[in-house]
């Protein structure tokens, strides 16, 4: 585990899982809720492939500061990649590569289309996050509207139905009693999402970094078709793989030697 301060102050936490002799750099970037230990062998997998991996904990989770499931703007998380990505290179100048899962394929995203000037060699983007797959509560959708202004700030309750998160029962399991799955929102969470949720689809065209979007046909958490028809919708290099069976972490699947191959063969072509 090591620290590094975010361009406001906030301290944030990251694993890395280093090659002796890196062909690239991964950097990789979790959930909504979750945090960098439940991908550690994600980590683990890419330096055995010949690849340092750094696994970044976003602010408001995990090990990192901020307050639990809340997010002011989503440009911070723009500035936290960066800084992050800053430190990464001070460790090794090695290509470097991005690894994004559901609401961090987002922020992959959302980074690519702002940060034109910094290249990276590839990305993964990994079940975006663009919509649900499930329409949340009524009350929590009130609540949500009603208090992004007034009280911003509120922790709501959103933690996921494990069993919707892989086809492999002890990965849900482990998920189902991880105490650092914080399982909330804030009403200002979740209307910085909504606005990327608008942002990244309407400036996809500025991303000229090659993409490898890795979708679950059966994924119960995010909805996997608006992410195909946006990367239907790119012009780029775009690679786009549709494991029909899978639910959302693919790289968490009974089946995951496939969504790995795929993903590791990416990122050698990239470098």
């Given at each position: 585990?090591?620290?590094?301060?975010?361009?406001?102050?906030?301290?944030l936490v990251y694993d890395e899982y280093e090659a002796a002799a890196?062909?690239?750099?991964?950097?990789?970037?979790?959930?909504?809720?979750?945090?960098?230990?439940?991908?550690?062998?994600?980590?683990?997998?890419?330096?055995?492939?010949?690849?340092?991996?750094?696994?970044?904990?976003?602010?408001?989770?995990?090990?990192?500061?901020?307050?639990?499931?809340?997010?002011?703007?989503?440009?911070?998380?723009?500035?936290?990649?960066?800084?992050?990505?800053?430190?990464?290179?001070?460790?090794?100048?090695?290509?470097?590569?991005?690894?994004?899962?559901?609401?961090?394929?987002?922020?992959?995203?959302?980074?690519?289309?702002?940060?034109?000037?910094?290249?990276?060699?590839?990305?993964?983007?990994?079940?975006?996050?663009?919509?649900?797959?499930?329409?949340?509560?009524?009350?929590?959708?009130?609540?949500?509207?009603?208090?992004?202004?007034?009280?911003?700030?509120?922790?709501?309750?959103?933690?996921?139905?494990?069993?919707?998160?892989?086809?492999?029962?002890?990965?849900?399991?482990?998920?189902?009693?991880?105490?650092?799955?914080?399982?909330?929102?804030?009403p200002g969470a979740w209307r910085e999402i909504q606005w990327a949720?608008?942002?990244?689809?309407?400036?996809?065209?500025?991303?000229?970094?090659?993409?490898?979007?890795?979708?679950?046909?059966?994924?119960?958490?995010?909805?996997?078709?608006?992410?195909?028809?946006?990367?239907d919708s790119l012009k780029g290099a775009v690679r786009v793989r549709?494991?029909?069976?899978?639910?959302?972490?693919?790289?968490?699947?009974?089946?995951?030697?496939?969504?790995?191959?795929?993903?590791?063969?990416?990122?050698?072509?990239?470098?």
């Amino acid at each position: 585990m090591s620290t590094l301060t975010a361009p406001d102050g906030t301290t944030l936490v990251y694993d890395e899982y280093e090659a002796a002799a890196p062909r690239g750099v991964v950097l990789a970037l979790h959930g909504w809720s979750d945090h960098a230990g439940r991908w550690r062998d994600v980590g683990e997998r890419l330096r055995d492939a010949g690849y340092s991996s750094y696994l970044l904990e976003l602010r408001g989770h995990g090990r990192s500061g901020g307050r639990r499931g809340h997010l002011a703007r989503f440009s911070q998380l723009l500035g936290d990649l960066q800084a992050f990505r800053r430190v990464v290179r001070r460790r090794t100048d090695r290509p470097q590569l991005l690894l994004g899962t559901s609401f961090g394929a987002l922020v992959a995203l959302r980074y690519l289309e702002t940060q034109p000037s910094d290249p990276i060699a590839g990305a993964a983007i990994v079940s975006p996050w663009f919509g649900l797959a499930f329409r949340p509560p009524r009350w929590k959708r009130l609540l949500g509207r009603a208090l992004a202004d007034l009280w911003p700030t509120l922790p709501i309750p959103a933690r996921l139905d494990a069993d919707a998160i892989s086809r492999d029962p002890a990965v849900n399991a482990a998920y189902a009693v991880d105490g650092a799955v914080h399982g909330l929102m804030t009403p200002g969470a979740w209307r910085e999402i909504q606005w990327a949720q608008r942002a990244v689809p309407a400036d996809g065209h500025r991303i000229e970094t090659p993409l490898l979007f890795q979708l679950a046909g059966e994924d119960r958490v995010v909805d996997a078709h608006l992410a195909r028809a946006f990367a239907d919708s790119l012009k780029g290099a775009v690679r786009v793989r549709w494991y029909p069976e899978m639910y959302h972490e693919v790289l968490h699947d009974p089946q995951r030697e496939a969504a790995f191959g795929d993903l590791l063969a990416f990122f050698a072509a990239g470098l």
